[in-house]
């Protein structure tokens, strides 16, 4: 059976695995290196990963203390004002037939709400 490896190697001779996070042991290094004092760039070199990876993990280090990956597709649960939850509830009394698509649209059209809060339509299709 032939070993199918979805991996690269990079500009830097260093190897990855597109779309999937840096090993911990290689995410905790380049912080040491960086509490050391060694530039970004040199760790980039030393470590053969990208300075962009390597600025990455040391920006959310430097914010939250963490070297853990980020969460990709994880679920931030978005908790809908009063007036939001308000507006849904009337929109289906008033019109039962309407999508959740369409209260959606409403609630950004008649500023209810903006891109960044608009509830997802799995979550007003959530409300009765």
């Not at 190897?15 to 040199?42: M, T």
Request: net charge positive; aromatic share 6%; proline share 7%.
């Amino acid at each position: 059976v032939p070993f199918h490896w979805h991996g690269g190697v990079n500009q830097l001779g260093g190897v990855f695995i597109n779309g999937r996070p840096l090993p911990h042991v290689v995410r905790q290094r380049i912080v040491e290196l960086a509490q050391r004092g060694v530039r970004p760039c040199e760790i980039s070199r030393r470590l053969r990963v990208s300075h962009g990876c390597v600025s990455k993990i040391l920006a959310r280090y430097n914010e939250t203390g963490s070297i853990r990956p980020g969460v990709i597709g994880g679920s931030k649960p978005k908790v809908a004002t009063p007036r939001v939850v308000q507006m849904i509830l009337h929109l289906k009394h008033t019109n039962p037939t309407m999508f959740a698509w369409e209260i959606r649209d409403r609630l950004l059209l008649e500023r209810v709400c903006d891109h960044d809060s608009v509830p997802s339509i799995s979550s007003i299709n959530r409300y009765e």
